[in-house]
T-cell receptor
Framework: AQKITQTQPGMFVQEKEAVTLDCTYD???????LFWYKQPSSGEMIFLIY??????QNATEGRYSLNFQKARKSANLVISASQLGDSAMYFC???????????????FGTGTQLKVEL | GAVVSQHPSRVICKSGTSVKIECRSL??????MFWYRQFPKQSLMLMAT?????????EQGVEKDKFLINHASLTLSTLTVTSAHPEDSSFYIC??????????FGQGTRLTVV
């Protein structure tokens, strides 16, 4: 069974600083995908970044980058130049491949509440 | 990115009534959609997998008779909470995958049963 662990329930960072949100995972599947989502107080889930298990390079999307260390089974999210609008809950998730019907069944971590301060 | 629209965003209903929540993929087809439930300050828990043209697959512990799922077309899945009770109050959110690397979420529905 797949498992996602986020050990930081809350994090603070000063505006314009970088912050790393931790995520470790456990799976026996050789093929998997890792996602990061942002959930502001409104509740919507905003897709940030994706890393495939066979991707050679770390994924990057604007100010977001994923520090993927496969041997350690970690997929930490790095947010550079934090902004006040980055304050939100952040979830790490792992894709489980469904053999019938396709699609990405996601297992989520418990989340990290990030607060960006002036 | 692709758009998934979920309605209503907020609903208050009386105990014993049923509530239908719609999830639509607006610019792509989704043969599979997922329904999640989220309690305050907690993670998303998968309730069921909605499959177009076949029965939904429910996660262990989820009552299929209480949470009816219908995947009517390649762009629409509905979740009906039947005979709702206050303990069903929660945030419900749907997801539609796009390929292997993307999964888009609806805006979520905050259900309050009074």
């Amino acid at each position: 069974a797949q498992k996602i662990t986020q050990t930081q329930p809350g994090m603070f960072v000063q505006e314009k600083e970088a912050v790393t949100l931790d995520c470790t995972y456990d799976t026996s599947d050789p093929s998997y995908g890792l996602f990061w989502y942002k959930q502001p107080s409104s509740g919507e889930m905003i897709f940030l970044i994706y890393q495939g298990s066979y991707d050679q390079q770390n994924a990057t999307e604007g100010r977001y980058s994923l520090n993927f260390q496969k041997a350690r089974k970690s997929a930490n999210l790095v947010i550079s130049a934090s902004q006040l609008g980055d304050s939100a809950m952040y979830f790490c998730a792992m894709r489980e491949v469904i053999l019938t019907g396709g699609g990405n069944k996601l297992t989520f971590g418990t989340g990290t509440q990030l607060k960006v301060e002036l | 990115g692709a758009v998934v629209s979920q309605h209503p965003s907020r609903v208050i209903c009386k105990s014993g009534t049923s509530v239908k929540i719609e999830c639509r993929s607006l610019d792509f087809q989704a043969t599979t959609m997922f329904w999640y439930r989220q309690f305050p300050k907690q993670s998303l828990m998968l309730m069921a997998t909605s499959n177009e043209g076949s029965k939904a697959t429910y996660e262990q512990g989820v009552e299929k008779d209480k949470f009816l799922i219908n995947h009517a077309s390649l762009t629409l899945s509905t979740l009906t909470v039947t005979s709702a009770h206050p303990e069903d109050s929660s945030f419900y959110i749907c997801s539609a995958p796009l390929g292997r690397t993307e999964a888009f979420f609806g805006q979520g529905t905050r259900l309050t049963v009074v």
